[in-house]
């Protein structure tokens, strides 16, 4: 479930790196001390972000070269809310996770436990042990980017650039997640997260619309009849 959560995040993500990284911005700075660079201009942006709404499909690597698919809704409404679903189909069940402002709240269907704890607890954890959970990241604009990713450029044998994104604060979890865009750096083609040497998610978008009207029952999460509630 880590990896489909992680993969998740890094669509949403690697989505805004896409459009900080291809276009320039009018913004006026920050006060001091100004941050520059593309990772600059996604937190201007980001912080500028209303909502959004996003579509995707998630695959995971398995046994014989073969890859586990699974489709996946991502929603953000500024500051801080956000719902993901994850449609897997597995033992644990689809993945839901609910983050109202207050809590985050964290349900594996199937298992019929729903794991709760404070928003503000995993802000503070991520400042000083990393980005470790990346949905949160990016639906907290007071976790910047630039404090908390390095960031490199580069492009593939075509010629499509490749934006990879490492943490600066090393994680158990990922080393590191790439975006292949379009020629033009401004249509994600493919984000692949990396733990050493091999991939452990990858996403194809279907879907990436900014400020898109969401619905506030969205973001509100009721514990269902015969679910366990487990506070953190």
Known sequence: MKRLTLALAAAGAFLMLARAGAEPTTKPAPAA???SGPLAVLD???AALKSLVMVADIETPKSGNRWSKFPM????AAPNKYRSEIKTGGF???LIAVADGEFIWSYPTKTKKVTKIQQALVVESI???GPNDLLTVLATPTLTFTSLFNLKGSSTDSGLPVLEVTPKISVKDYDKIMLTTS?????PVFAVA???AKI???VSFTKYERNAAVSADHFVFTVPAGVTLIEK
């Open 127 to 129: 400042k000083e042990n």
């Open 73 to 76: 809704n991502f929603e953000y």
């Open 92 to 94: 644990e069940g689809d």
């Open 44 to 46: 201007a942006d980001r």
């Open 183 to 187: 020629a033009d750096g401004k249509t």
């Open 200 to 202: 452990i998610a990858r």
């Open 194 to 196: 990396w733990k050493g």
């Open 33 to 35: 001390p100004a941050a």
